[in-house]
């Protein structure tokens, strides 16, 4: 069981910036990757950013240049960096974490913190 704890969000104006944090409760390397996701009202969950235990960073086009996903191993944490956050980044924010368990993947996920972009 990995249990993960986000902090960092609410409200920000258009231009601003945050930082999300996510604690895993097993050192990140342990897992096979951890990521962020996001889902705004009536849309479905979308990957935001990835980044895989030997793998390259991955980040959804609408973020690039903006959003940096990045890790402390000593922590076991994954953040998120938000720069010139826009009103259409406005969502709940959810880290994952995935993990080999034989033949399976398994997802985890965390409770989610909001992120509001608003003038």
């Known amino acids: 069981q990995v249990q993960l704890v986000e902090s960092g969000g609410g409200l920000v104006q258009p231009g601003g910036s945050l930082r999300l944090s996510c604690a895993a409760s097993?050192?990140?390397?342990?897992?096979?990757?951890m990521g962020w996701y996001r889902q705004a009202p009536g849309k479905q969950r979308e990957l935001v950013a990835s980044i895989p235990n030997g793998g390259r960073l991955n980040y959804a086009d609408s973020v690039k240049g903006r959003f940096t996903i990045s890790r402390d191993s000593a922590k076991n944490t994954v953040y998120l960096q938000m720069n010139s956050l826009k009103p259409e980044d406005t969502a709940v924010y959810y880290c994952n974490a995935v993990v080999s368990r034989g033949i399976s993947l398994l997802n985890y996920w965390g409770q989610g913190t909001q992120v509001t972009v608003s003038s």
């Open positions: 097993v050192s990140i390397f342990s897992l096979n990757a």
